[in-house]
DNA sequence: GATGAATGAGTGTTCATTCAT
DNA sequence: TATGAATGAACACTCATTCAT
């Protein structure tokens, strides 16, 4: 899927580039504070350290600096995701990694997260499905991760229970910014890390020693 | 918790609750189709049937209005839901029945949650408190039928992990709505059901019989 | 050619009548003082004599006014001067008193018809041709003066030069006004008013007494 | 009246000959689509092929712009009549040859005439008398063509008749641009003019051949 | 209790103008 | 002399809320 160009009337590639890291900067932190719809466009050009009139030479509508913030969201953290999987094998160890890595870099990104994942529903019917479309690449990515780890250690799944956990592995990392209200009272995040690796993969490792110890029947 | 108190003009009790309830049905369909932030009250008065000027004699504020439907929606999934687990006794099935349960309950309320979901961040820090207090709860009955069948079976898990895992269960009703763009492309509620319980629980059902056979170590 | 409707948010149909004559009546004063473009709606709400918001449930754009009010000053014209054409009978005299009655108007309505005759063109596509239609109205009802007149005179024009003379009897109106700067300056109303009449008809009573007695060949 | 300076910062004549006729061929094209108001400096300078920069070295302000077109305007068109009116000895072939011409050069240069007329209005205080100038000087020029007539064909007309037929000369050849989309769908410019001049100067001609036989008494 | 006209602070957006490079 | 990024006052329009009837 293309992606979709935010319009600027200034030439400068450079600079375009650097204001609208101000911006985005500055708007996650006013999103993250009062919302997307409480926040104005005001307050975005003063937090980003320019005038209204600046900032409309980066953008058109106010809608496409939250489409901008979701955008590099989803790119960083598509990026660094992308990365750790590449440097690895693939099989479950590499999956628990990947899980942990992508659990801390939410949990790095938790603001940013949050907003996306609050304001996200905000985009326009033009700007949405490019979006969504990115978070599916990310499932997919969690998805072929499970089916290489299970390749190589023998195991077997249905597909649509790969899809799944896919999916949750991707919301559950979600989770930890957007429930931290009660999360973080009462998980650090090396426990929430591990407590969520031992339920998603102890049905993939019956029979064999169960890493964390943490159930046993009778 | 007590219940927060949305003051209103008039004093029968009777057209109170009459004129709130036409006030939040029409209120869910519009915050449904456009969110909280583009609905106007205007708009809410006039789904309810009633003129703007009466809307404002049964609440203060627009904001009451989302408390009232956050509120409305927490009480109706919280009540099936309590009622769903006062009938069973508390064994891995009666778990694995709340479970079903509480996604159906999730499906067919998944414009309401939907809606809550994405605008409860929109309540004031007064408000905000009160509903998420309600979703503790519901975490909480989903925790205690965890440790029933726990008991029940003989099983022991970390009590972290039981948080976890009710966290999770939460967590995964809600995304059979949030996140229906996509599941319902891919799962019929069924198969979602089915699936889920079978990772959330597989690892507690280690040694025995797997029900839907779907995962087998070589 | 059907009325445009201009949406009222108010339903009150005398209220809507009584806000517009304000609305229209200060919007001229000022149309007149700095044009369409340089007037704010706020000021027009200010002249009006309510508040932007109270503007604001009259009509749906600044557009509207500047509608309302051609349409408001063409429908007065046209009326007034079809009352006073269905009192005559249609030979020369009554065609004379037909121009007179129609720049007595236009004098009376200076204001009006400068601000029509120079902010028309910022009607929308939508409502220019509807305004339009109202002018070609009032020519064609010149036009059928005319005709009148040249069959009880006995006398003939060809069509086209009939139409043109209609053309140029509105023009002339309404430049009684838009170039009062200089007009003004020069003749009277009485003045103007006779000699246009004389230039405008000497041909047709070419062999006559010409009753001005304004032109005579050597 | 002395010419009204537009201030240059840049001091090269030749230079600012150039760019000005860049900028008020751009201008005129924009104005006639969109009108004055709506066109911006920014859309000015592109059209005219510079920077918004540049277009401020030569104006002070956008209507130093408005002022620029409506000079070159009537320069033109008096230019081009003084030329015609230079060439003849002043008898009713030559005001009809006068006539004609002048409504040949509105036809011709239509666009800019209608834009001058339509937005002459939006021109300061300080700057519209020059313009208004301009056109009095025309409309003397139609006077003295139609005294020399006068005196060489040994006829009398009062002297304010005189003034009211330049002006309605005048007008009418503005009514060709300004009323276009009436006129030209029932006339040719040719049938226009002849028409006209009929009009205007039939009274003129009593008891002569009349040369197009459009009116007959009796 | 019900109505809906009135209010005006607040919002997104534009654009003429400036000035450092 | 030319550029175009920066500025912020100004504008059209919205909408939650009030209150007289």
């Not at 009139?53 to 953008?59: P, Q």
């Not at 106010?62 to 989803?74: A, F, G, N």
């Not at 033009?126 to 089916?147: C, G, H, S, T, W």
Request: glycine share 6%; with cysteine; net charge neutral.
């Amino acid at each position: 899927m293309k992606k979709r160009q935010v319009h600027a009337s200034v030439k400068d590639e450079k600079l375009i580039e650097k204001r609208r890291d101000q911006m985005i900067k500055g708007a996650v932190s006013l999103f993250k504070e009062k919302g997307f719809h409480r926040t104005t466009t005001r307050e975005i050009a003063k937090e980003a350290g320019f005038s209204i009139g600046t900032l409309y030479e980066y953008i058109r509508t106010k809608e496409d600096v939250l489409y901008l913030v979701c955008d590099r969201i989803y790119d960083q953290v598509g990026e660094r995701l992308q990365e750790e999987l590449d440097m690895k094998r693939g099989n479950l160890e590499s999956l628990k990694a990947a899980i942990s890595f992508y659990f801390r870099v939410m949990d790095d990104m938790q603001d940013e997260v949050l907003v996306m994942y609050q304001e996200a529903k905000s985009l326009s019917k033009d700007a949405l499905p490019y979006v969504l479309n990115k978070e599916l690449e990310m499932v997919a990515m969690f998805e072929q991760v499970i089916r290489n780890c299970m390749e190589a250690e023998g195991m077997k799944l249905p597909e649509q229970e790969i899809q799944l956990m896919a999916h949750n592995i991707f919301v559950q990392g979600q989770m930890w910014g957007f429930r931290r209200w009660v999360l973080h009272k009462h998980f650090k995040l090396e426990d929430y890390i591990a407590g969520q690796i031992e339920l998603l993969l102890n049905g993939l490792t019956k029979g064999e020693n169960v890493k964390h110890g943490s159930i046993s029947s009778n």
